[in-house]
């Protein structure tokens, strides 16, 4: 009777959690799962309404357009950049905050500012900040220094890199730090009983007990540096230097001239090459795991 009785309370929990799931879960298959289904469906189409199928030929136009190539080397040059920069800037601040420092709860609050302000009532003070009268040239010239032309040159990319590092920073310095918080004290003090010093603790405890908040940092860290198109496209408009050309501006473009297969082709690339990415995370993560244990 007991062992019934808690079957059939597991099944009746199971119940109410799918009667949860199930208006997200619809949602969820609606608006994101069925159109890209249909998308990959239409990448293989010659046209979008009574095409034919014609296999890779999309795929080898998109392949041989220097637009996309271009495209596709920014998005993965940003990512390659931003990403070990945000890792290891948020991990700092983290350990920063971590420790009793003087205005530690304001600092706190300004790293999260970001998550909670709108990013196109922000970005006027970013272009304000890399206009070529505004305030980072004004600063420059008042030191002695040329003025840059911010946003039509090649710096381009690091404004936009230093936008993405302040509007994402906030988030992961919260996660590291609730990871550092979940440290036993009693590894720190035992270590330092035995003699190791800042940087054995921090190689040998820190970032051990920090792998699965390192893991999913760096994986949103990644998935996020694929969506920074709304930042570059609200700081430098429709047509912005060729630095800053991501894939969703190519995207972007295809969506605008109804060119859908391309279109349809470049995003099933995109998503095929993130998964790619968080799968190797995910080996690499296990490897580790048995490494260390």
């Given at each position: 009777m007991k062992k019934w009785g808690l079957r059939h309370v597991l099944r009746k929990d199971s119940t109410v959690a799918w009667l949860f799931l199930g208006p997200s879960g619809i949602g969820f298959g609606l608006f994101y799962l069925i159109p890209f289904v249909m998308g990959v469906v239409y990448s293989f189409m010659d046209s979008s309404v009574g095409g034919h199928f014609v296999g890779l030929?999309?795929?080898?136009?998109?392949?041989?357009?220097?637009?996309?190539?271009?495209?596709?080397?920014?998005?993965?040059?940003?990512?390659?950049?931003?990403?070990?920069?945000?890792l290891v800037l948020s991990l700092s601040l983290a350990m920063l905050l971590n420790e009793n420092v003087y205005f530690r709860k304001w600092l706190r609050t300004s790293y999260v500012m970001p998550l909670v302000v709108p990013v196109a009532?922000?970005?006027?003070?970013?272009?304000?900040?890399?206009?070529?009268?505004?305030?980072?040239?004004?600063?420059?010239?008042?030191?002695?220094?040329?003025?840059?032309?911010?946003?039509?040159?090649?710096?381009?990319?690091?404004?936009?890199?230093?936008?993405y590092l302040w509007k994402n920073i906030g988030y992961n310095v919260i996660l590291f730090l609730a990871g550092l918080q979940q440290i036993p004290k009693d590894y720190y003090e035992t270590a330092q009983v035995e003699g190791a010093g800042r940087l054995r603790q921090f190689a040998s405890i820190t970032l051990v007990n920090l792998t699965s908040t390192t893991f999913f940092v760096v994986m949103m860290s990644i998935i996020n540096s694929f969506k920074v198109f709304r930042e570059t496209y609200l700081i430098a408009g429709d047509y912005p230097h060729d630095s800053i050309y991501m894939l969703q501006h190519y995207m972007n473009n295809m969506f605008a001239s109804l060119d859908i297969q391309k279109m349809t082709a470049a995003a099933t690339l995109m998503v095929g090459c993130i998964l790619l990415i968080v799968m190797g995370l995910f080996a690499l993560e296990r490897r580790y795991r048995k490494f260390m244990e």
């Open positions: 030929d999309n795929y080898r136009e998109l392949l041989a357009s220097s637009s996309f190539r271009k495209a596709a080397s920014n998005t993965f040059y940003f990512s390659a950049v931003s990403v070990p920069l945000m009532s922000i970005i006027l003070i970013w272009q304000m900040l890399f206009d070529w009268n505004g305030s980072m040239n004004a600063w420059l010239n008042l030191f002695g220094f040329d003025r840059v032309d911010w946003m039509k040159s090649n710096a381009a990319r690091n404004v936009v890199i230093v936008v």
